[in-house]
C-alpha cells in the first residue's frame, strides 16, 4: 500500500512528456490522482508482470495481511478505470487449467509513470514506514501492564528483528528469478507453474 492518501500524478505526467515523445502518452486519460489503493494494484502488476483480477486479489489480500479484504466488486471497476485512463492494457489468455482469462498489463505510460513516482520517493515511504513502526509498537508496548512490559519489548525486538531478516531475504529472488515461457517467449520475473501471458505450463509437467 502505498502510505499517502492520494498521489498527484500531474508533475510526473509532464515531467515524462518532456523526456519521452509525445505518442507515448497518445491513449492517456485525464486521471491526476491515485489512490492509495490504485497505485498498490500497480505496483503489484508491475511485479508480477501480468496478473488476471482472480490472482491480483488473492495478492492484494496476502499484501494486506488480513487487515482488508479485496473483493471483485471493489478491485474490478478499479481494473476498467485504469484501464480507460491509459496505465493498464489487457488480453484474453487461455489457461491450462481453466476457462479464458483476462490478463492485466501495465502500458509503458503506466510503467514509466509508476517507476517515476517510486524513484522519487522512495526514501519518504520508507522513513515513513519506519515513523509508523515506532509509533505503533509504543501503542502496543504501553497497551500492556507496566509489570509485563520487559518481556513484550523483548519479544517485539525478535518479531522485528525476524521481519526484517525476511524483508532482506524476499527481496533478492524477486530480482534474480527470470525464465522464459517455452510458448509465447514471454520473460517471466516472478516464479509461476503457468505463464501470465499465455497460461502455458512454465513447469513442463
Not at 156 to 173: A, C, E, G, Q, V
Not at 181 to 196: D, G, M, T
Request: proline share 4%; glycine share 4%.
Amino acid at each position: 500500500m502505498w502510505l499517502n492518501k492520494f498521489l498527484d500524478l500531474e508533475d510526473s505526467i509532464e515531467e515524462l512528456r518532456d523526456d519521452l515523445e509525445k505518442e507515448f502518452f497518445k491513449n492517456f486519460g485525464k486521471k491526476t490522482k491515485l489512490t492509495p489503493l490504485e497505485f498498490t494494484i500497480i505496483e503489484t502488476i508491475f511485479n508480477s508482470q501480468a496478473l488476471s483480477g482472480y490472482d491480483l486479489i488473492q495478492n492484494l489480500n496476502r499484501h494486506f495481511a488480513g487487515t482488508w479484504e479485496a473483493k471483485s466488486g471493489t478491485v474490478y471497476p478499479i481494473l476498467s478505470k485504469l484501464q480507460k485512463h491509459g496505465f493498464l492494457d489487457s488480453k484474453m489468455v487461455k489457461s491450462p487449467i481453466g476457462p479464458i482469462r483476462k490478463v492485466y498489463t501495465l502500458t509503458e505510460a503506466g510503467e514509466e509513470l509508476l517507476k517515476l513516482k517510486v524513484n522519487k520517493n522512495f526514501a519518504d515511504q520508507l522513513k515513513f514506514v519506519e515513523n509508523f513502526l515506532i509509533e505503533l509498537s509504543s501503542v502496543y508496548i504501553r497497551s500492556h501492564p507496566k509489570e509485563n512490559r520487559k518481556e513484550i519489548v523483548k519479544n517485539l525486538h525478535d518479531t522485528l528483528n525476524d521481519s526484517f531478516i525476511n524483508i532482506i531475504k524476499s527481496i533478492p529472488p524477486t530480482l534474480e528469478y527470470k525464465t522464459v515461457c517455452p510458448v509465447c517467449a514471454s520473460i517471466i520475473e516472478r516464479q509461476a507453474a503457468f505463464c501470465a501471458h499465455c497460461g502455458s505450463n512454465i513447469l513442463g509437467k
